[in-house]
């Protein structure tokens, strides 16, 4: 019998992946949503580019090319009674949470989308962290966080923990966490959770602090269309290299923010898979919070327009590209060195953005190309509003 694997936010562009792959490895994988994602997708007209048939058609679906079971729990984290319930009835060896809101732009909509973000993500991981602690202490968590923790400090980005030299004495800390959004906020303030369960309450997790990730599919999700995965380019939900593909796709120009040089880590959703694999398998020990860098590749935005733009033209499209005005507030030109050793240590063989995957994505896209909603590329979310704006915010419905 395989490990007991529940897997939060099992819905999503990442956990549905996550699932297949883990159950298709003989784990015994449960998986947990509300749903709340389609609710956000309703709200704001957008939708995945992929037909996404229910979780429960996904899972039948699955079971019948797999020939494996995956058991689905619906109900939401923030919800106290049913994250215990959950935790008490599997007693999981591993975690996995996906479960948060986790786009940056749909957190600074307005307030009541950064504290519906915050309240989401903090209130639903303080739930894993009690659930665990008082119903199965030995399962190990292994946390979805994120590289923009970090923000993008004059120094070099260390791999969770900073050792800081003062008057000849020395401590190790958290490293410093100055976060562009506040939904990369509500990530920090998770990390500082979580390190507090490890420390005082003695729990097993480990912290993921991933990069953007890019791809339209994995091995598991190429194996049957109605086993996709939500794959986003609007500009709430989707990211940097996804969205540029679905832009030269259907010749609108790459929206590349400002200046351009704005340096993220990057990774391949497959190696998002293999990083969480890697991480399950390596348990933290009691009372330990590991911290990984969880990104392959460093790159400007500027840079990934122009491996778009030059596959693009190899493949016959024509990809401009547009230098808009930067919704977000952030440094267009900056330093940015973040060390991401420990999940290599482990033995993660990267698969590294190439001109052929470029030209996969580009091609997957092209298949779907009428179900583009070009209207959703842009919808202007600001990062700071326009005195305008902030009056009409104010005004009372
Ligand atoms: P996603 O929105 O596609 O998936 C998240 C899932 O969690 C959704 O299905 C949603 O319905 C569910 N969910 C949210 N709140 C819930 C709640 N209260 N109760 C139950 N279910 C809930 O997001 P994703 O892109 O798959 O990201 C997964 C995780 O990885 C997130 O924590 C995100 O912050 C992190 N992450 C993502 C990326 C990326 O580039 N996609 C990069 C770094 C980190
Ligand atoms: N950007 C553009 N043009 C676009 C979209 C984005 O120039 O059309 C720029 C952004 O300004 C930013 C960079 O590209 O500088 C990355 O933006 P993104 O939207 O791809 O990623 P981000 O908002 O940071 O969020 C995504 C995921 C989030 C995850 C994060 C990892 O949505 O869940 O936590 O990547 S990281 O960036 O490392 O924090």
Known sequence: MGR???????DGYLGWPTAMAFSRAGERVTVVDNFAKR???????????????????????????????IELRVGDLTDY?????????????????FGEQPSAPYSMIDVRHATYTQANNVVGNLNVLFAIRDRSPDSHLVKLGTMG???TPDVDIEEGYLTVQQDGRSHTFLYP??????????????????HFATRI??????????????GVETDESSLDPRLATSFHYDEVFGTALNRFCVQSVVGHPLTVYGKGGQTRGYLNIRDTMACVRLAADHPADPGELRVYNQFTEQFTVLELAE?????????????????????RKELETHYY????????????????????????????????AARIDSATLIQDVRWVPSPQARATERTPA
């Open 149 to 151: 923790e970090y923000g």
């Open 307 to 327: 491996r778009v733009q030059a596959a693009g033209a190899v493949m016959g499209l024509r990809v401009e590209i547009a230098h808009t005005r930067n919704p």
């Open 201 to 214: 309450w003695g729990l097993r997790a480990t912290d993921l602090n991933q990069g953007v990730v890019y």
């Open 4 to 10: 007991r694997v529940l897997i939060l936010g099992g």
């Open 39 to 69: 609710q956000w997708e309703a709200e704001l007209g957008v939708r995945p580019l992929f037909p996404i048939p229910t979780l429960h058609e996904r899972i039948r679906a699955w079971r019948e090319v797999s020939e494996n079971e």
């Open 337 to 368: 060195n973040a060390k991401h050793t420990k999940l290599l240590e482990l033995g993660l063989t990267p698969r590294l953005l190439s001109d052929e995957l470029i030209d996969t994505m580009l091609a997957r896209i092209q298949e779907h």
């Open 177 to 194: 966490k100055t976060p562009g959004s506040m939904y990369h906020l509500s990530k920090v303030h998770d990390s500082h959770n979580i």
């Open 81 to 97: 009674d049913f994250v215990e319930s959950i935790i008490d009835d599997i007693r999981p060896d591993t975690i996995v949470h």
